[in-house]
C-alpha cells in the first residue's frame, strides 16, 4: 500500500523544497508538519469545502436537558461554525430553528418550553426558550477540523500508535509496538483510520488502563465501547492529531507543495526557488482540482472559483 | 587540457583570470589556518593519498611483506652495501636476504632514549650503543660488531736483559707500546699509547771502598753481593777514583762475590765505593694484552707495536718520547691466555724504525686515540666521524706524593660511595702495600732503596702493574703517566672499555678507598680513609663507645665518622651511621657518645671512615659533545678534538650532514641549531645558527630536495646548506598541518620523541614522517607526508616503527612493532594500490567547507562533479556530504564509467541548504587507484534574503 502519512509527505515537502531537516534553518520535522498542518486547516481545508462536495462534514447530536439552554459549539467545528440548528423530536423529526437577535429576546416569550429559536453566545448555542422537558436532541451538522499532523512513528519515542488487535468485548487495543511517551490514561485519544478516508472513528476516547506487561505490546482498555469500525492498522492518536493527511491522497501532493511554498518563503528565503514552488502548486491545483469535482459525476458541474485560495 | 592542469592553473597559477567560484581542487592537508582563509582545495582529511603532481589527489602505493616475525619490533632499517640490515627487538643487528633474516650481533643495545644510530665510513658500518661505538666491516662477517676504535694499551713493564745489547751502561731508553686493529676493510686502527716503559742499563754489582785493588795489571772486585757475571762479560767501571778509571773492561769471574779484569797502573784500593753494569745490554719488555684483544683475536686481527725512544746522552739523562717502532706482535693463543708477552729488544739504535704517531715530531702525545667517546649519535663530516652527546669513560687521576706504608690497603670499589652509605662497599678489588711484589695475592711493592722520587714512581709502577694484572675482574686499568717533565707518581686508573661487560657509561662510576694503613695521606686527591675497629677492644660502658683501632686512627675530638659495617657481620650493639668523636686517648683509641646496651663488639668487620668522599671517578657525561676524528681516521678521536656547543645540560639530539656544513641539532630553549663548517680538524668551526629551531624528533631529520626537513618546536622545518631555518613563516605550505602537530606534542610529546621517524623519498619528493598517534602508544602508527613537488601534505593511516628509502631498488621499506618489514609495491600498475595480503588502501578525503564566496549566506547545492584524471581501473567511490546544517556524514554510492572526466553526483536531501558544504570522497577497494583533481558545484545562491509577496 502506498505510504499515506506523513513520512510520505515530509520527503514530499522536502524534495519540493530542497529542505533539508534541518532545525538550524527551521526545516526539521516538527516544524514541517506544524507548517503543513496550517496549510491543512487553512488552504487544502478550504480548497475542499470549496468544492461543496461533504468533505470534512459531521453531525453533533447532543440531548436537550431541561433547563439547560446553552450548548457548546463542537470543538473541532471549523471556524467554530456549525451549517445548521436543528432539533430533533422525540418522534424522529427534525426542525431547524431559527436564528433571532439576542437584543429581541426580551420582547419574546420566554416560558420554558420546546425550543423554536436559537443564538450564537460565545462558542456555544443557545436556544430559546429554555427547555422544559426531555426526550428531544440537539443536532449540529458542522465541518469537522482535520487532526494535527505528527510524524507517523511509533515506538516510545514516536507519535502515535499502530492497532496490532482489539477485543470489542474488553475495550481494549493491543499496539503493534511500545506505547508513546506520554500516552498516559491522562491523555485523550482518537482513533483515525489508516486507509484513504482517513477518518477519524473516535475522538476524544478516554483511557482507564495502559498495560505494559509486554512492553512491546502495550494494552490500552478505553472506558467507551471501542468503534464499530475499528480495525487492525488503524491509528491510536493523541485526541485531534493524525499521522496522516485527513484529506484525499490526491490532495497530499497540494498540501505538500503548499508546504514548499511557505518553507521556501519562510525559513528557507529561497526567492527564485519560491516563485517556481507557487507555479507548481498552480499547476497542481489547475491539475488536480478537475477529477475530484464533482465527487459525483454523475451531478452537475459546479463552478469553482480558482482565486479561492492564493490570494492573487 | 587535463582537468588538473586546469584546476592548478585556476587555483594557483594565473592571478588574472580568477577562479570560478564553483571550482574546487586539491592542494592537500589543511588543518592549521582557519576554513575562512582556506582556498578551495584546501582538505580536512587526507588519508592514504599523495600528491605528487600538483592538484591531483591520488591513491598511495601499498606495501607487500618482505621478512616476517624477525623477533622484535623492527627499531631501524639500513641500507649497507646493497644489503638491508634491520636492528630489531631490544638488541639484535641482522641482515635480510631475500626476506630471510641472520643475525650478525645480538648485542647491539642503543643507547638509553635513543634508537641506534648507524653511519658508513671507509667501508664500515658504525653504529651507537649503550656500550659503546661499535663497527661492522663486512656484512659477510660472522664475527659480529666489534667496539670501535683501536685497544688502549695496558701498562707494561722492562728490564735489561743479556750481557751485551744496544743499550749503553747506565743509560735508559723508554718504550711506549700501541695496539692495532686491521679491520675487514684493510684499515688499521690504532689505540693510545700505553704508558712510558722505563729500561735503565743499571749497575748489576759495587764493591765498597777497599774492596776494589790492583795487582800488577790484574784488578780483583769484591762485590758487596752477588754479582752475576760470567766470564768474559764486558762490564763498565762507573768509578770516581782515579786510580781506576771508568771504562769498559772484560771481566774474569773468581767466584760469586768476585771478580777480575786487567787494567795497567799502580798498585792500590780503591778509596770510594765502585759501580759496575754491563757495558751494553739488551732490554725484555713485558707487554700485557689487553682483554679486548684477547676477547676477539680469534676473529678479528689485533696486533701490538712497541716504539723506543733513542737511549739517553748521559748516565741521569730521562729518555725522550720520541719513540721508533722497535717490534710488531700479533699474539698467539697462548699470549692471549697468559694475557701479555714478553720479548727481548735487541734493535740497534740505528735501525730504529718509523715514529710513533704521538711523538713530539709527529701529532703529540695530546693526539692519543683515547677510546672513543660513548655516542648517542654520529655522522661523517668533513673526512671525519663526529660523535654527539657523548660520555667519556670514568677516569681518576691520583697524585702518589709519597710512599705509603707496608700494610696499607686500598680498595677500588665498582661503584661511589655515598655519604649515606654505611655499609661495606669495597667489594671490588683490593691492593696491599708490601715489600715486596705479588701479583696473585694483589701485593704492589713499597721502594725504599732509592731516593724519594724514585721510590715513589717505583712504587707506582708496582702499583699500576699489579692493577692492571687484575684488570678484568675489576674493569678498570691504570697507566703510569707522569712524563719526562713530570713529578713522578702519577697514575691515571679508567675504566676499561675494552672488557666489553655491557656497561652503561652514562651511570658508570668507581671510587678509590683507603682501607687501612696510612693510604689517604699519601695521595692527592685524598680519598675516604676506613679504620678497621678491632672487636676485642671496642666496648661500650654506660653510653661511652670506646673504639680501637687496628692503626693510628689520626682522628681529633668533634670529627664526625663514618661506621660501616658487612651486613652479614651487623652488631646490633654497634649500629651503623655517623658517629662523632667524642676523645682520642691515644693513636689508635677514640670515644663517641651512644646510648645502648654494655657490650664488646662481636667481631672486626666494622670500619670507620672519613664522611669526605673523594677519589671519586664518574663518567664525564658530555650531553652537548661533539667529538670528531682525525680525517680519515673515524676512530682517532684524541680528547682535544671535540666541541661543547651550548649548555652542557642539553642534548645534542641528532647531528646530519648537509653539503659543506653538519647541522647539531639541540634540545631546550634557546639552544637550538649549530652548524660545523670546514674541511679538516684543522679548521672546523661550529657556531649557533638559529636558537629558535629547537628539535622534536630526533630520528625525523631527514636530506630531500636540498634541504634537512626536521620535526621541531615550530612544526616542520627546513634547513638549508647555509644554515637559514625554513618555517611555516617564510614557507607556508609547511605549517598547513601545525595544528594537528601541536595537538599531537600536547598530548602525547614523549611519545613524538621516542617514536617518530622519518624518510626523504627523494624520486618521489615526499618527506614522510611518522607520528605516533597517541599517549601511551608504542610506535607510530601514522604518517603526515609532505609532497616538495605540489607542496602538499597528506596523510597515511598506516603504521611504521622504522623505514628506509632501498637507494638502488628505490622503494619505501617499512620496519614494524610486529617485526615483519614491508616492502612498497611499484610495479606501477593497479596492483601497487594493496596493501599487505591484499589488503585495501582506505583513501579517505574531505574538503574544507565549500562556500561559494560567501560563507554567511544560506546556499541552494544542486550537484557536485567529481573531476577524475587517469582513474584508470577505478569502478567507483562513496561521496560524502555534510553541512553546518546537518552535520552527519552522508553518503552517496557513485559508479565510475570513465577514468577522466567529471563524474556527477546528486547532494543528499538533508544537504541541500547550507552556507558551507562540506564534500568528501572515500574508495577502501585494492588494486584501484583513485585519482582525482577536484569537484565542481552547481549551486544557487546565496538564497537567505527573506521574501515577501
Known amino acids: ?312 | 587540457m587535463k582537468w588538473a592542469a586546469l584546476l592548478a592553473i585556476l587555483l594557483c597559477g594565473c592571478p588574472d583570470m580568477g577562479v570560478p567560484d564553483n571550482v574546487v581542487g586539491v592542494l592537500g592537508l589543511w588543518t592549521d589556518p582557519n576554513d575562512l582563509s582556506a582556498p578551495r582545495g584546501a582538505l580536512h582529511k587526507a588519508d592514504n593519498i599523495v600528491i605528487q603532481r600538483p592538484g591531483v589527489a591520488e591513491t598511495r602505493r601499498g606495501f607487500t611483506t618482505w621478512a616476517t616475525a624477525l623477533g622484535g619490533a623492527v627499531n631501524r632499517l639500513i641500507d649497507w652495501k646493497d644489503t638491508v640490515l634491520a636492528h630489531y627487538g631490544a638488541s639484535t643487528l641482522a641482515k635480510i636476504v631475500g626476506g630471510v633474516k641472520t643475525n650478525l650481533d645480538t648485542a647491539i643495545t642503543p643507547p638509553s632514549g635513543h634508537r641506534v644510530r648507524f653511519q658508513e665510513m671507509g667501508g664500515s658500518l658504525y653504529m651507537t650503543t649503550e656500550a659503546g661505538v661499535k663497527k661492522l666491516d663486512l656484512v659477510t662477517s660472522s664475527a659480529g660488531a666489534v667496539l670501535a676504535g683501536g685497544p688502549k694499551a695496558v701498562g707494561g713493564y722492562g728490564s735489561p736483559t743479556g750481557s751485551t745489547g744496544f743499550l749503553t751502561a747506565l743509560r735508559s731508553v723508554a718504550y711506549r707500546v700501541v695496539w692495532t686493529l686491521r679491520d675487514g676493510n684493510d684499515r688499521f686502527v690504532t689505540g693510545a699509547p700505553s704508558h712510558r716503559i722505563v729500561v735503565r742499563n743499571e749497575a748489576v754489582a759495587s764493591s765498597d771502598a777497599g774492596q776494589t785493588s790492583r795487582a800488577g795489571t790484574t784488578v780483583t772486585v769484591n762485590t758487596a753481593a752477588a754479582h752475576g757475571l760470567s766470564n768474559g762479560d764486558v762490564v763498565y767501571v762507573d768509578s770516581d777514583d782515579a786510580n781506576f778509571p771508568a771504562g769498559n773492561v772484560t771481566v774474569t769471574v773468581t767466584d760469586p762475590d768476585t771478580f777480575t779484569y786487567t787494567q795497567a797502573g799502580s798498585a792500590t784500593s780503591s778509596t770510594v765505593a765502585i759501580s759496575f753494569a754491563y757495558a751494553t745490554r739488551n732490554a725484555s719488555v713485558t707487554v700485557p694484552i689487553p682483554h679486548l684483544v684477547s676477547l676477539k683475536a680469534g676473529s678479528y686481527d689485533y696486533f701490538a707495536e712497541v716504539f723506543r725512544a733513542e737511549q739517553t746522552q748521559d748516565e741521569d739523562g730521562v729518555p725522550s718520547d720520541e719513540l721508533y717502532k722497535v717490534y710488531e706482535y700479533l699474539p698467539n693463543a697462548a699470549d692471549r691466555s697468559a694475557g701479555s708477552f714478553t720479548f727481548t729488544d735487541t734493535t740497534p739504535e740505528l735501525a730504529l724504525g718509523e715514529p710513533l704517531y704521538t711523538s713530539p715530531s709527529q701529532e703529540g702525545l695530546e693526539a692519543a686515540n683515547e677510546p672513543l667517546p660513548v655516542a648517542k649519535d654520529l655522522a661523517a663530516f668533513g673526512r671525519s666521524m663526529w660523535y654527539a652527546n657523548t660520555a667519556r669513560v670514568p677516569r681518576l687521576l691520583l697524585q702518589f706524593n709519597a710512599t705509603p706504608s707496608v700494610g696499607t690497603v686500598y680498595g677500588l670499589s665498582a661503584s661511589r660511595l655515598e655519604a649515606d652509605d654505611f655499609e661495606m662497599v669495597i667489594a671490588g678489588l683490593t691492593l696491599t702495600a708490601a715489600a715486596s711484589e705479588n701479583i696473585p695475592l694483589t701485593q704492589f711493592q713499597v721502594f725504599t732503596a732509592g731516593t724519594a722520587s724514585q721510590n715513589i714512581e717505583n712504587t707506582a709502577r708496582s702499583f699500576v702493574k699489579v692493577l692492571n694484572a687484575n684488570a678484568v675482574a675489576s674493569g678498570l686499568l691504570a697507566q703510569y703517566v707522569s712524563g719526562p717533565d713530570d713529578s713522578p707518581g702519577r697514575v691515571l686508573i679508567e675504566r676499561n672499555i675494552d672488557t666489553e661487560l655491557g656497561v652503561v657509561f652514562e651511570t658508570e662510576s668507581f671510587q678509590l678507598v683507603a682501607v687501612y694503613g696510612n693510604g689517604a695521606r699519601v695521595l692527592s686527591p685524598v680519598p675516604p680513609q676506613f679504620r678497621q675497629a678491632v672487636g676485642a677492644s671496642t666496648t661500650r660502658v654506660g653510653s661511652t663507645v670506646t673504639v680501637t683501632t687496628s692503626d693510628a686512627h689520626g682522628y681529633v675530638v668533634g670529627q664526625q665518622v663514618a661506621l660501616v659495617v658487612d651486613p652479614g657481620d651487623a652488631d646490633p650493639n654497634f649500629p651503623a651511621g655517623l658517629k662523632t668523636i667524642a676523645t682520642t686517648p691515644s693513636s689508635t683509641t677514640f670515644t663517641y657518645t651512644e646510648a645502648g646496651n654494655a657490650a664488646t663488639l662481636a667481631n672486626d668487620f666494622h670500619y670507620f671512615r672519613d664522611t669526605h668522599l673523594g677519589g671519586i671517578a664518574e663518567t664525564e657525561v658530555r650531553k652537548n659533545g661533539w667529538y670528531y676524528s682525525k680525517s680519515d681516521e673515524p676512530e682517532s678521536v684524541p680528547l682535544e678534538n671535540a666541541f661543547f656547543p651550548g649548555n652542557p645540560d642539553k642534548q645534542l639530539l641528532r647531528s646530519v650532514r648537509l653539503g659543506t656544513s653538519l647541522f647539531g641539532f639541540k634540545e631546550g630553549k634557546g639552544e637550538g641549531l649549530w652548524r660545523a663548517t670546514g674541511t679538516g680538524p684543522e679548521n672546523f668551526d661550529v657556531n649557533q645558527v638559529d636558537p629558535t629551531c629547537e628539535l622534536i624528533g630526533p630520528d625525523t631529520v631527514a636530506e630531500l630536495d636540498g634541504t634537512l626537513f626536521a620535526l621541531t618546536r615550530k612544526g616542520v622545518v627546513r634547513v638549508t646548506e647555509s644554515g637559514l631555518v625554513v618555517d611555516s613563516k617564510v614557507e607556508p605550505t609547511l605549517g598547513l598541518v601545525l595544528t594537528d602537530l601541536l595537538t599531537l606534542f600536547a598530548a602525547a610529546l614523549s611519545e613524538v620523541k621516542s617514536y617518530a621517524h622519518a624518510v626523504a623519498y627523494e624520486t618521489e619528493g615526499l618527506y614522510v614522517l611518522w607520528l605516533p598517534t597517541a599517549a601511551g602508544v608504542t610506535t607510530a602508527g601514522q604518517a603526515y607526508v609532505y609532497s616538495v613537488k605540489a607542496k602538499a601534505w597528506t596523510k597515511w593511516t598506516r603504521a611504521a616503527h622504522s623505514a628506509l628509502i632501498h637507494p638502488t631498488e628505490d622503494k619505501l621499506y617499512l620496519g614494524l612493532s610486529n617485526g615483519n618489514v614491508s616492502q612498497e609495491r611499484k610495479a606501477r600498475a593497479a596492483s601497487d594500490h594493496q596493501d599487505e595480503s591484499g589488503a585495501a588502501i582506505a583513501v579517505d578525503m574531505e574538503w574544507a567547507p565549500f562556500t561559494g564566496g560567501t560563507p554567511g549566506a544560506l546556499k541552494h547545492w544542486r550537484e557536485v562533479a567529481f573531476q577524475l584524471q587517469d582513474a584508470t581501473g577505478l569502478t567507483g567511490f562513496n561521496a560524502t556530504f555534510a553541512t553546518e546544517v546537518s552535520t552527519s556524514q552522508e553518503t552517496q554510492a557513485v559508479t565510475v564509467e570513465a577514468a577522466d572526466g567529471p563524474v556527477r553526483v546528486g547532494i543528499p536531501e538533508d544537504k541541500l541548504r547550507s552556507s558551507r558544504l562540506t564534500v568528501g570522497l572515500e574508495r577502501s577497494v585494492a588494486q584501484e587507484k583513485v585519482s582525482v583533481a577536484g569537484f565542481t558545484v552547481l549551486f544557487n545562491g546565496p538564497t537567505s534574503q527573506r521574501v515577501t509577496k
Not at chain 1, 20 to 49: C, F, H, I, K, Y
Not at chain 1, 292 to 299: D, L, T
Open chain 1, 1 to 312: 500500500m502506498p505510504d499515506f502519512t506523513t513520512t510520505a509527505l515530509l520527503a514530499s515537502i522536502r524534495r519540493r523544497a530542497s529542505a533539508p531537516n534541518a532545525s538550524r534553518l527551521g526545516t526539521s520535522s516538527d516544524v514541517l508538519l506544524a507548517m503543513a498542518t496550517e496549510e491543512l486547516w487553512g488552504e487544502v481545508s478550504a480548497l475542499l469545502r470549496g468544492l461543496r462536495a461533504g468533505f470534512f462534514r459531521t453531525d453533533y447530536s447532543v440531548a436537550l436537558a431541561s433547563g439547560t439552554s446553552e450548548y457548546p459549539v463542537p470543538p473541532r467545528a471549523i471556524a467554530g461554525a456549525v451549517g445548521d440548528v436543528l432539533v430533533v423530536g422525540a418522534d424522529g423529526k427534525e426542525r431547524s430553528l431559527d436564528e433571532v437577535d439576542p437584543s429581541q429576546l426580551p420582547e419574546l416569550d420566554s416560558t420554558p418550553g420546546r425550543p423554536w429559536a436559537y443564538y450564537f453566545q460565545d462558542d456555544a448555542v443557545v436556544v430559546f426558550p429554555e427547555p422544559s422537558g426531555s426526550g428531544e436532541t440537539l443536532k449540529l451538522p458542522y465541518f469537522r477540523r482535520c487532526g494535527a499532523l505528527v510524524e507517523a512513528s511509533t515506538g516510545s519515542s514516536g507519535k502515535v500508535g499502530v492497532i496490532a488487535s482489539l477485543n470489542a468485548g474488553a475495550k481494549t487495543v493491543t499496539l503493534t509496538a511500545a506505547q508513546p511517551t506520554g500516552f498516559t490514561t491522562a491523555q485523550r485519544y482518537d482513533f483515525i483510520g489508516h486507509t484513504p478516508g482517513f477518518k477519524t472513528l473516535g475522538m476524544d476516547l478516554v483511557v482507564t488502563n495502559v498495560d505494559v506487561s509486554t512492553p512491546a505490546a502495550p494494552v490500552f482498555t478505553f472506558q467507551a465501547d471501542l468503534p464499530a469500525a475499528l480495525a487492525a492498522g488503524n491509528y491510536l492518536c493523541l485526541a485531534q492529531e493524525s499521522p496522516v493527511p485527513q484529506v484525499p491522497p490526491e490532495f497530499h501532493q497540494i498540501l505538500a507543495q503548499a508546504t514548499a511554498v511557505k518553507c521556501l518563503s519562510g525559513p528557507l528565503g529561497d526567492r527564485q526557488a519560491l516563485a517556481e514552488a507557487k507555479d507548481e502548486l498552480k499547476r497542481l491545483k489547475a491539475e488536480l482540482l478537475p477529477p475530484v469535482e464533482p465527487r459525483n459525476e454523475g451531478e452537475p458541474e459546479v463552478l469553482v472559483n480558482p482565486y479561492f485560495f492564493g490570494g492573487e
